[in-house]
């Protein structure tokens, strides 16, 4: 062949290559980003991208929903990051409280109160509710999140263990509850025993990787002893009330009294979320102070199985003589979804919210997850859901928590970004004896201090 033919030739390929290429690149569709913290969940992450799939079938002609999903602290931590850096996705996830304030002090997070009015939202939340379930996405006066769920923390039990070694089960339905001399004797009667398999059984299990899931004795036992109000008292540095004060330390010694009782897993403090969900899931566990999110994990693990669990729920145990109430649970409205302010997609976010405000969607949400959803009337929304929805257990915890004294919101979600880091740290030192209740009290109070100096405290909600 003439050789000026040949190049001719690969003169008009590369031309036609070249006007494919920019041709597909005036054609690719701008993305925009929706950031979960659920990656590893049986549950959500496929909800999740049954949502993805749908929004991008409806809405997806001239753009495309991208859904990234992250381990929980990968996600505060990427989160923190992108925020700082001023590129933040464009629709995130969030647990309200203290953290979702700073970024909407700093004008990072797009005002929703508009979007919550309309209707299908004034449907889904009814307004005269709304000062209990958008208190903690609520500042003066508007909204910066949309919520779809309540986590509520509790003990969850083994009933085939209790039965096996005689442990009688406290009825929360009853009004029972255990005190704390019997929750330690519980703890030494399932100390040495085996299972059927077996295997050994260990009286409580704990992710002590996961600083959240140590926190939650932390939290619950300043309230038994304190009353409901303490910590936030204390932290907004209300007279007469600091972190040093006895009820803090007290509350140190009782966790400390847990690890030297072993009422743990060997090498708790450094067991991941999957080895906690495992030794219980696996009936080597009697016990697991976790929130309601894991019953439909364990639910699913169990199908996967082909077989089902003896599961059930009780109250964290009283302490004699102590201001709390038995009926007091650690939860909250929490699965915010909330836009960046910079989002060149605010549209598409709004969009993708109302999504999930679409009865397909919701029930979706109780197939497959089944959590507790914050549109059920029974918590104050607007939907009346059957109870076929639900687990049984998780019915038992909408009743339980229908009839709560008062719900405590998860310290490290509650409080600013740094104090939560601090506490979180701090819960490590405590239940690994690295440091002191009363050296734990004293780091509190002076991140507490720092905070109030730098006006990101007192918090404020509403």
């Avoid at 979007?115 to 509710?129: F, G, H, K, V, Y």
């Avoid at 500042?139 to 009933?159: A, E, L, M």
Wanted: glycine residues 8%.
């Amino acid at each position: 062949m003439d050789r000026k033919v040949v190049i001719l030739l690969v003169i008009v390929v590369v031309a036609a290559l070249s006007f494919v290429f920019l041709t597909g690149r005036r054609e690719a569709k701008p993305k925009f980003y929706w950031w979960t913290p659920h990656a590893g969940s049986p549950t959500h992450t496929p909800w999740h991208a049954e949502v993805e799939k749908l929004f991008n079938q409806i809405y997806g002609e001239n753009v495309k929903l991208v859904k990234v999903d992250y381990s929980t602290e990968d996600f505060k931590n990427a989160l923190e990051t992108t925020m700082a850096g001023d590129y933040p996705p464009d629709v995130w996830h969030s647990w309200g409280g203290g953290v979702l304030k700073d970024y909407v002090d700093a004008g990072k997070v797009e005002d929703l109160t508009s979007l919550l009015n309309e209707d299908w939202a004034i449907r889904l939340l009814p307004p005269e509710n709304r000062s209990k379930l958008l208190w903690n996405s609520t500042w003066n006066g508007k909204n910066y999140g949309f919520p779809y769920t309540i986590g509520v923390v509790q003990i969850y039990i083994n009933k085939s263990l209790f039965d096996a070694f005689g442990v009688r089960v406290p009825d929360p339905t009853r009004g029972e509850v255990w005190t704390w001399e019997e929750f330690i004797n519980a703890i030494n009667t399932f100390k040495g025993k085996k299972n059927g398999a077996g295997k050994d059984i260990y009286p409580l299990v704990v992710a002590g990787a996961e600083e959240w899931q140590l926190s939650f004795y932390y939290m619950y036992l300043v309230e038994r002893i304190g009353g409901a109000d303490y910590f936030k008292k204390a932290l907004n540095g209300e007279p007469g009330y600091s972190f040093t004060d006895n009820v803090f330390i007290m509350a140190g010694q009782k966790c400390l009294e847990l690890v030297e009782a072993g009422a743990f897993q060997p090498g708790f403090i450094n067991a991941g979320y999957d080895v906690a969900d495992y030794l219980f899931f696996d009936n080597q566990a009697a016990m697991y102070l976790q929130g309601s999110w894991m019953v439909s994990t364990l639910r699913f693990r169990m199908r996967q199985l082909g077989r089902d669990f003896p599961l059930d729920v009780i109250y964290f145990p009283i302490i004699p003589g102590g201001a709390g109430n038995k009926t007091n649970l650690v939860g909250g409205t929490q699965d915010y979804l909330c836009v960046s302010k910079k989002s060149n997609f605010k549209e598409e976010a709004f969009n993708l919210i109302r999504l999930h405000g679409t009865e397909n969607v919701i029930n979706s949400f109780l197939e497959k997850v089944g959590d507790i959803i914050v549109f059920d009337s029974r918590v104050g929304g607007g939907l009346n859901i059957p109870e076929s929805k639900y687990d049984p257990v998780i019915l038992k915890q909408i009743s339980l928590l229908e009839n709560a004294g008062s719900l405590m919101m998860p310290w490290d979600q509650y409080a600013p970004r740094a104090f939560a880091l601090k506490h979180l740290e701090l819960m490590n030192r405590l239940f690994s004896g690295r440091m002191s209740p009363s050296e734990v009290a004293a780091q509190h109070q002076q991140m507490a201090e720092k905070l109030r100096q730098e006006g990101k405290l007192p918090i404020t909600f509403g």
